[in-house]
């Protein structure tokens, strides 16, 4: 299995200066292509400092981390920019569509940064549209559509650009059971099929149970990783919606 | 864009009204003096080829009327007061040609050539004196020769203009009545001309100098100093109404583009987060600043085009609160605004540079935020 991302040691402190707050501690973290990856934990415990640490969307303060080889630690904010639009997905708890832009539009966007041709684009937004299921929604604008329908398109503005990898950051928490459970098939499929690695900070036990692999933080460290120890974790030390 | 724009058709407007008045009703375009006449107002300095001045200037095609005025400093008495004045001797036809004064007249009638001591007065010095129309008053002066004279006079007629300072000095009689007391017949100190259009002016008196050059001919430029001051002037005036308004501007933009920068904060945060770079994010704001730039100048060039075709006939009426103080400087109460074509192109090159500039601070601030830190609010 190939490398997507190996993390060493990371740790990030906010107000350093005045009331610190150990977000993640010397985390070590090792992800391969294809995995359907859950982070869990209460709340404050470090999940979505991680997964902005993983993104390249917060620096640590210390250790490295590695994409696909290339320590994003070490480039430039303009680097890292260009680095995140080539090979990073996000999907926010808050879907964050463009309202002025129709759901099309809103995928297209992140094709058009890359400066992809019309006629990929056309096709590969096409192509997601059919995968999450709302062909027929393509030209409506976000607040036409539903909490589950947004983040759905959410996913595939995730999806556009072919990253190594999407980040998910409590995907699910503002969807109703049945969005939610859509919404993770999609996830799943895509997983399956298209070989797409996903990693989502969660306190959803129904993402939980779909993880492949689950790793708890605690106070910004790692507490248990089904990847070394098979154990439900989800049930561990921390309350879920179950 | 509509503020910039009215404010200096206000401007403009005020200072053509101005301008007209002078010319129209106070000075003329050019005058004909005695060289020395105008240093103490000697009544013995008349301009002594009258007559062939006179028909000198009825072979320029572009005088449309001619006043002669024969004037001397004086003192006005009444019984309970008395006040320092011009008087000027006038013939009633040849000055409502040159200066309207038949239209000034709010009171009582013009000057009857039959009634030799009637007496016309301004507005503010019939307050000052309390004189009103069939009042008696005297007026006291020199002669020709120097020695102090005295006439009895009848108030014929009340005029007020825009100027109410020059309305409390001038009080205007017959001709041959002043001539009389001064001693000088049929002479004059004084040969207003009134042309045809204003770009004529410094063509005749170059063409009238040259024709008569022992005399004193000026324009109304060099009669009525403080009015060309104000209208060489104008451009400047312009330029700092025009800064006042940019640095409002100014303000305006970068509160609207850094309410919007703050709006918009998770929206740029995740646009950062996705890939889109920071120079697509200040041109992204930049472009958002050219363009309410682009919709706004129009609107409000159209918007200042219309209220002030509208107010350039109707008026704006400001008698009610700036009245008095308007006519101290010699302006009317009431404003014709009229559209600064010319200064149109300077306006708009400004406008849109200001609102340019005063985006790039909330450009700066859009490109620094963090995305981390804005998916957070």
């Not at chain 2, 000088?184 to 063409?207: F, M, P, R, W, Y």
């Amino acid at each position: 299995m190939k490398t997507v991302i190996d993390a060493h040691n990371i740790s990030k402190t906010f107000n350093p200066e005045t009331i610190p707050v150990l977000a993640v501690d010397k985390v070590h973290l090792h992800l391969e292509r294809g995995e359907f990856t859950a982070l869990v934990g209460p709340s404050g415990s470090g999940k979505t400092t991680l997964l902005n640490l993983i993104g390249g969307l917060d620096k640590p303060d210390t250790g490295n981390i590695l994409i696909n080889g290339v320590d994003i630690t070490l480039l430039s904010a303009n680097a890292l920019i260009d680095f995140r639009l080539h090979n990073i997905g996000f999907v926010f708890q808050s879907f964050n569509l463009i309202p002025v832009l129709t759901a099309k539009e809103n995928v297209e966007l992140i094709m058009q940064l890359q400066h992809s041709k019309r006629a990929s684009i056309e096709k590969r937004v096409r192509a997601l549209f059919q995968e999450i299921g709302l062909e027929d929604k393509m030209q409506t604008r976000p607040a036409q559509l539903s909490g589950g329908q947004q983040q759905r398109v959410a996913v595939a503005r995730a999806l556009a650009p072919k990253p190594q990898f999407v980040l998910a950051d409590e995907p699910t928490a503002n969807l109703d059971s049945k969005s939610a459970a859509n919404l993770l098939d999609i996830m799943a499929k895509l997983n399956q099929e298209e070989n797409i690695t996903f990693i989502f900070s969660t306190h959803d036990a129904r993402v939980i149970e779909r993880a492949r692999r689950v790793i708890t933080l605690v106070d910004g460290q790692i507490h248990a990783d089904t990847a070394h120890v098979e154990t439900n974790v989800a049930h561990e030390g921390f309350s879920t919606n179950k | 864009m509509f503020a910039g724009i009215f404010v200096l058709g206000l401007y403009e407007g005020m200072i053509r009204a101005r301008v007209r008045t002078v010319i129209d009703t106070e000075v003329a375009h050019i005058q004909i003096h005695h060289p020395n006449f105008k240093d103490d107002y000697d009544p013995a300095f008349t301009i002594a080829g009258q007559a062939q001045v006179s028909g000198a200037l009825r072979t320029v095609k572009d005088i449309k009327a001619v006043a002669y005025r024969s004037m001397t400093q004086g003192m006005l008495a009444t019984a309970t007061g008395s006040a320092g004045v011009q008087i000027n001797g006038i013939i009633p036809d040849e000055e409502n040609a040159v200066s309207s004064m038949k239209k000034k007249i709010i009171e009582g009638d013009e000057l009857d050539l039959k009634k030799k001591n009637g007496i016309l007065i301004g507005k503010k010095l019939a307050d000052k004196m309390k004189l009103s129309i069939g009042n008696k008053l005297v007026l006291t002066f020199t002669d020709r020769e120097n020695n102090i004279t005295a006439g009895a006079f009848k108030v014929a007629g009340i005029y007020q203009t825009s100027n109410s300072p020059l309305d409390e000095r001038n009080v205007f009689v017959n001709r041959a009545t002043l001539n009389s007391y001064l001693l000088i017949g049929e002479a004059c100190h004084e040969i207003a001309i009134l042309l045809v259009n204003d770009t004529a002016v410094e063509g005749v008196k170059q063409s009238l100098q040259q024709r008569f050059p022992a005399y004193s001919i000026q324009t109304w430029r060099e009669n009525s100093p403080e009015t060309d001051l104000m209208v060489s002037t104008i451009n400047q005036y312009s330029s700092i109404i025009i800064v006042i308004i940019m640095i409002a501007l100014a303000f305006g933009i970068v509160n609207t583009m850094l309410m919007s920068v703050l709006e918009r904060t998770r929206e740029i945060g995740m646009l950062t987060a996705l890939g889109m770079n920071r120079v697509k994010v200040f041109v992204l704001v930049l472009a958002e600043t050219v363009i309410l730039t682009l919709v706004g100048v129009p609107l409000g060039l159209l918007s200042a085009w219309i209220t002030i075709l509208y107010f350039s006939t109707a008026g704006i009426d400001i008698s009610s609160f700036a009245g008095a103080a308007m006519s101290g400087f010699g302006f009317g109460s009431i404003i014709y605004p009229e559209f600064p074509i010319a200064s149109l192109q300077t306006v708009m090159i400004i406008v849109v540079s200001t609102a340019l500039i005063s985006s790039l601070f909330p450009s700066m601030k859009a490109i620094k935020l963090q995305p981390a830190d804005a998916l957070r609010q």
